[in-house]
């Protein structure tokens, strides 16, 4: 078992469903020879050759749109999009057509393809390559979404996205692709998709987050009794582990980087307020960024969910 950082982990993840079925073919701005705008499909065109791993033109909505034509016809094909900012040109095919072929063919046809993207803050890059809309893609029915916290979770959540024959979207930390890395196992293994995991353990308060707002939030919980329950997955997520944990700690704390309104944090709130109202003994608390659009590089520091904000409202939940 070697440590992997995410990059790794998911060009792992990828060598080896391609390996397994042929069916699995790779295509996206740069994927080919540069290996991708962060090198995570690097290795690849070499190994599987230009048939399964594709440079295409630089156009979103020719990349997804492909992508639902291959699904449709039967192939696995995973798209990146370079940012997630960039996926917005593609939200008609992913909406309208990937998200409901299922629906519109009466459950005769599936749309098995997965789009892979970077989102969130942390490189200090230009407008569009910070984007965290998570909430927007969670709002369709027939599009799951994943984001995974770590190396280990990342490898076997793509392997489950690529085996399902719905449309995945896959979003990855941009922060965390080189950041933190973790004891991943060589051979193959999945995480089902839809299940979150206990990240850390604890009585007092249900710290509920992911991708690079879930190691912000475990920093900020030093001295505090806090059970920090990974989402993993975000469409769609796992109720039962959020009503269960808010059940046993009484106070519930959501940490994300996307705007406040109209985030997922509204969504694990409001499923609190209706399924664990009596357990409260203080009102949930949501921690996430400005509604404002997200600034340029020399104040993303200051947009970010910043740990003493965390620790402040661990502290008055407590003391309420």
């Given amino acids: 078992m070697a440590r992997l950082n995410l990059v790794q982990a998911i060009n792992q993840a990828l060598a080896q469903e391609m390996e397994r079925d042929r069916d699995v073919i790779v295509i996206g701005e740069d994927v080919g020879k540069d290996g991708g705008v962060f090198r995570v499909t690097q290795g690849l065109l070499d190994r599987f050759g230009p048939d399964r791993v594709m440079d295409t033109p630089l156009s979103e909505l020719g990349i997804i749109g492909s992508a639902v034509g291959l699904a449709a016809y039967g192939m696995k094909p995973v798209a990146e999009i370079q940012f997630m900012g960039f996926t917005y040109a593609g939200l008609e095919q992913l909406f309208s057509h990937a998200a409901r072929i299922r629906s519109r063919s009466r459950n005769r046809y599936t749309c098995p393809m997965v789009v892979r993207t970077p989102y969130g803050i942390g490189i200090k890059p230009p407008e569009l390559h910070s984007e965290s809309t998570e909430a927007l893609f969670c709002h369709m029915p027939g599009l799951k979404v994943v984001v995974p916290s770590d ?12 085996r399902d024959p719905d449309p995945v979207l896959f979003l990855e930390a941009s922060r965390l692709y080189r950041s933190i890395k973790a004891e991943v196992p060589e051979e193959e293994y999945t995480i089902p998709l839809g299940k979150a995991s206990v990240y850390q353990e604890g009585s007092d308060i249900t710290v509920v987050s992911w991708g690079t707002m879930l190691h912000r939030a475990a920093e900020a919980s030093e001295g505090f009794d806090c059970e920090i329950i990974d989402l993993r997955t975000l469409r769609p997520y796992d109720e039962e582990a959020v009503v269960n944990s808010v059940k046993k700690t009484g106070r ?10 109209g985030g997922l944090g509204a969504e694990i709130a409001a499923l609190a307020a ?6 409260l003994k203080a009102p949930v608390i949501r921690i996430a960024a400005p509604d404002a659009v997200i600034p340029m590089a020399r104040l993303e520091d200051h947009y970010v969910p910043a740990p003493w904000r965390i620790r402040a409202a661990f502290e008055k939940v407590m003391q309420y």
Avoid: C, D, Q, W
Avoid at 252 to 261: C, G, S, W
């Fill in 274 to 279: 209706e399924e664990a109202f009596e357990y």
């Fill in 151 to 162: 190396p280990y979770s990342a490898k076997g959540l793509l392997a489950s996205a690529i």
């Fill in 252 to 261: 519930l704390v959501i940490v994300y980087e996307a705007t406040r309104i």
